[in-house]
Antibody, heavy 112, light 111 residues
Framework: EVQLVQSGAEVKKPGESLKISCKGS????????IGWVRQMPGKGLEWMGI????????RYSPSFQGQVTISADKSISTAYLQWSSLKASDTAMYYC?????WGQGTLVTVSS | QTVVTQEPSLTVSPGGTVTLTCASS?????????PNWFQQKPGQAPRALIY???NKHSWTPARFSGSLLGGKAALTLSGVQPEDEAEYYC???????????FGGGTKLTVL
């Protein structure tokens, strides 16, 4: 069974850094891209970027380029999404997804 | 800034048929945009329904079908069930920029 299991909810202050994770199992982790998707409260889905864990080739949406970093560690079948300095506007649910499957989501709350 | 446009909301009666569409600000949507469709119910993660225009996943109910229609990607639900009430999102691939863009979503009400 394919599973994407994301790390738990986070509460952070503006200016703090954060790295959330997405662990894949039940499939060849290096053979499929993993994407990250943002969903702000009450809003639609926004595609942030993707990574091919096999070679770490990464593509970003222009809206998120320079705002976040996507990475992966194929030795532990895990993809990451990180921020160096969070803003209140980063408050959202973040999903990882492969072409067929989605993680359960990680809620990130940024508040002073 | 590329914009992908969907109907904000649609209403359909149980047992009826409804078509949701997905348009690109860059022009006609073709198979080269690899249209994907996702369903999201309140409080749940999205679920993939259709990929590459018309291909179904193993779990996609037969009443869902994808196509290209009048320069747009389309998702048709035939014989709508109450459990189909959800938000539906399309996703298009833009090869030049090697990026994907979601549509704004269609809230489907079954009434």
């Amino acid at each position: 069974e394919v599973q994407l299991v994301q790390s738990g909810a986070e509460v952070k202050k503006p200016g703090e850094s954060l790295k959330i994770s997405c662990k894949g199992s039940g499939y060849s982790f290096t053979s499929y891209w993993i994407g990250w998707v943002r969903q702000m409260p009450g809003k639609g889905l926004e595609w942030m970027g993707i990574i091919y864990p096999g070679d770490s080739d990464t593509r970003y949406s222009p809206s998120f380029q320079g705002q976040v970093t996507i990475s992966a560690d194929k030795s532990i079948s895990t993809a990451y999404l990180q921020w160096s300095s969070l803003k209140a506007s980063d408050t959202a649910m973040y999903y990882c997804a492969t072409p067929q499957d989605w993680g359960q989501g990680t809620l990130v709350t940024v508040s002073s | 800034q590329t914009v992908v446009t969907q109907e904000p909301s649609l209403t359909v009666s149980p047992g009826g048929t409804v078509t949701l569409t997905c348009a690109s600000s860059t022009g006609a949507v073709t198979s080269g945009y690899y249209p994907n469709w996702f369903q999201q119910k309140p409080g749940q993660a999205p679920r993939a329904l259709i990929y590459s225009t018309s291909n179904k996943h193993s779990w996609t109910p037969a009443r869902f079908s994808g196509s290209l229609l009048g320069g747009k990607a389309a998702l048709t639900l035939s014989g709508v069930q109450p459990e189909d009430e959800a938000e539906y999102y399309c996703l298009l691939y833009y090869g030049g920029a090697q990026t994907w863009v979601f549509g704004g979503g269609t809230k489907l009400t079954v009434l």
